[in-house]
């Protein structure tokens, strides 16, 4: 395992830890981790590592809840209309970002229905295109996307 993740899930335990002096009792049930994907894409793995770590650290289940569907939004508003007692998390990722643009509307506000708690991991996007098209930047892209409705 990597220096970061080690890092990360020693952030996440002491944070987790600091929770208990506020409220002697929690965890006192499991813990739900959604993720609104299917099993066995990277943000299923990085839950399921992060959910062990978390059970370790809090001496509860947590429990990996896929609900793939939708590009995200089926478990995403699961999540969101769950009791905010701290026994639901969400695995997100850029689709909180770009379903507000691409779904006329969402079942749930995304800054309104959700509160950020830890950036767990990050990787690389990409925007590729064929090299036949008549664009070479995001920019010329965008300009031709405008020129082309």
Do not use: W
Not at 50 to 56: C, G, I, S
Not at 58 to 64: N, S, Y
Not at 103 to 124: H, I, Q, R
């Amino acid at each position: 395992m990597s220096r970061t993740l080690s890092l990360l899930f020693a952030l996440i335990a002491l944070g987790c830890s600091a929770l208990g002096f506020a409220a002697q009792n929690y965890p006192d049930k499991p813990i739900r981790f959604i993720v609104p994907f299917a099993p066995g894409g990277t943000n299923d793995i990085i839950a399921r590592l992060v959910a062990a770590k978390l059970h370790e650290a809090l001496g509860q289940p947590v429990v990996v809840d896929n609900r793939g569907g939708a590009g995200g939004v089926i478990g995403t508003e699961l999540a969101a209309r769950s009791s905010p007692d701290g026994y639901t998390l969400l695995m997100a990722n850029l689709n909180l970002a770009t379903n507000p643009v691409l779904v006329k509307k969402l079942p749930y506000d995304t800054l309104k229905d959700l509160s950020g708690v830890s950036l767990l991991a990050t990787s690389p996007t990409v925007l590729a295109t064929s090299p036949s098209l008549p664009f070479k930047s995001v920019r010329e892209l965008i300009a031709h996307a405008r020129a082309n409705p």
